[in-house]
């Protein structure tokens, strides 16, 4: 049990990594109630929470992730709360947007710091993909607050809920185009493009970066070995 505890401390970016996947399966059996959005609102807390811990182990500035994560744990509580309250779904996005943004950002500067390719930089580079996708999914939900309803559109109608905008987030980041989702609003196709972009560089920079590693450490203990 310590080793398990020590493990999750020495590790944030797997539990960040491990915390989302399961918020993602999780969501559709809680959003339909008050007490579930809640429970959602508090895990999300712990994620920011997470993500804060993670951005310590960085070379990125951890007060920074602190100062934008305060205010992201409030109105992650408010929206689940009261997730139809324009006010609070716009400034929640604006808090939320940033932060992870920002998370991504300390996450891939720290697999970038050094040749190695370790366990926990194995699940920051998870971790930080995920993070964008929550940090587009945010975008759009201010878009949608911003530009009013038919910015998206899909079979549930011209206004999307935020699980809808966070799987066409991941949709669209992987560039597997599943997503019945569509951008409709000039803004929102805008910053659909953006985000295919990024998922496209992500995947050309920094998977590929890992995989170099990988590749060039084996082959250097194989040489060695020989």
Known sequence: MNRALHSL???????LLGGQLLVVLAFPFLDHSTGGRAVIGVVQMVLVFTAVAAVRLTPALSWVALLLGLPAMVFAVLEAIEPDTDWITLTSALVHAPFYFYVSYAMIRYLFHDEKVTRDELFATGAAFTVVAWAFAYVYAAAQVVWGPGTFVSDDGDH?????????SFTNLTSVGLSDVLPIDPHARAFVMVEQIVGVLYVALVIARLVGLTVARASARSDGDG
């Open 160 to 168: 999307q809920p935020w699980f809808n905008l966070l799987f066409l």
């Open 9 to 15: 401390r020495g590790h944030p970016s797997g539990v």
